[in-house]
């Protein structure tokens, strides 16, 4: 028996560690010509920690980054609207608020991968059942065959979309940038977003003086003006914030500056599809406000090896447990994060003061609830 896995980004590696550490045999599709990271910096929080443990990496990714103290809300001249003492929420529930660089989590990741059973320039643009097996089709015009397929190959997902085509990314209503710079006189010990009615900014300390930032701006879809934004733009636009924000912008190069409108996907109804499971962002996107995009491809790689170490009557059956275990948990934090990144990003002043001085206002415990819901997960 052979498993496919399309796509090795977060999703496919986990997914691969699973299987490899059971035994299976499986071939990892990569579309790309090399492994080569997509993206900047990268926020994993404690249910994405407890998911490495259960796969037995956790000492090794931990290594490659660094643990904040907290994550702060400010608004636009500096003053606190929330604070997550990430410390105490570590002790309740595992290590949170976790950073690293994405091409240090996916080095990471690859060493656990044998390389025997990797493949790159295959992009699986299309799939046919020939009897009991499934035929891949590549982009460059090569096929393959297996006996099950695990797609991870994104929100754009050309699995997805002949399974299900109605199924379309969903734009967010903002755009956003990112670029990692290099601060080594910044002292920062916990992650921040600042929120403005002109736009967001986030600022995620990394390891090696590194500093990792992302802007998000509201704006209609593929806005040509915003499209070539350069970091002058981005200075003059975000001037007005609090330091370091505009002293970070100052350091960006517009070469460094990665640019993409925020989509998500409308929670979907099924992820199993006989010998065919969606994972990761192929089966449930989410916009990033609560950092759980990545934290929820991980969880299903662990999801996974729990439901191997069951005896499963078949493929097809793991496939539609894993599907009843991760329905529910995936859907709520799509809906939950797109309404989070509504609230963030309102431009009416007067609302804006409403929502800040609510937030100020709440109790510690609804925000620790809130937590708990994502963080208290077990494998």
């Not at 499934?134 to 096929?143: K, P, R």
């Not at 001037?239 to 370091?244: K, R, V, Y």
């Amino acid at each position: 028996m052979k498993v496919g896995i399309s796509g090795a980004g977060i999703a496919g590696l986990t997914a691969a560690i699973a299987l490899q550490q059971a035994g299976i045999a499986y071939t990892l599709y990569e579309a790309a010509s090399e492994i080569k990271p997509v993206g900047a910096g990268i926020a994993l929080a404690g249910n994405a920690i407890k998911a490495f443990k259960k796969l037995g990496i956790e000492e090794a990714i931990m290594s490659k980054g660094r643990l904040l103290d907290a994550f702060v809300i400010n608004d636009p001249t500096g003053k606190l609207i929330s604070k997550t003492d990430s410390r105490s929420v570590g002790l309740k529930y595992g290590a949170d608020n976790f950073t690293i660089h994405r091409a240090d989590l996916h080095e990471a990741l690859l060493a656990f991968v044998n390389k025997k059973n990797l493949r790159i320039n295959k992009r699986c643009i299309n799939f046919e059942e020939n009897g009991n097996r499934l035929v891949l089709h590549f982009a460059d015009g090569s096929t393959d065959e297996v006996d099950y397929l695990l797609a991870c190959d994104g929100i754009h997902s050309p699995i997805r979309k002949k399974l299900l085509p109605q199924a379309s990314p969903r734009y967010a209503q903002y755009t956003c940038w990112r670029a990692v710079v290099e601060m080594p006189h910044l002292e920062l010990n916990e992650a921040s977003e600042t929120w403005g009615t002109t736009g967001r900014f986030g600022i995620v300390p990394l390891n090696k003086n590194q500093v990792y930032w992302f802007a998000c701006i509201p704006a209609k879809a593929q806005d040509p003006v915003l499209k070539n934004y350069t970091s002058t733009d981005l200075l003059r636009h975000f001037d007005g914030f609090h330091a370091p924000i505009p002293e970070i912008l100052l350091h960006t190069r517009t070469e460094q500056l990665i640019h993409g409108d925020i989509c998500d996907l409308k929670p979907l109804n099924r992820f199993a599809f006989g010998k065919i499971l969606l994972m990761g962002d192929a089966a449930h996107a989410t916009t990033p406000n609560m950092g759980q995009g990545a934290c929820q491809a991980i969880e299903d790689a662990a999801v996974l090896a729990s439901e191997l170490e069951h005896n499963h009557a078949s493929f097809e059956n793991l496939f539609l447990a894993f599907e009843k275990r991760r329905l529910e948990r995936t859907s709520s934090i799509i809906v939950r994060s797109h309404k989070i990144g509504q609230v963030a990003q309102i431009q009416n002043a007067w609302l804006a003061a409403v929502r800040n001085f609510v937030l100020r206002a709440l109790p510690e415990e609804v925000n620790e609830k809130g937590l708990k819901s994502i963080l208290n997960v077990e494998f």
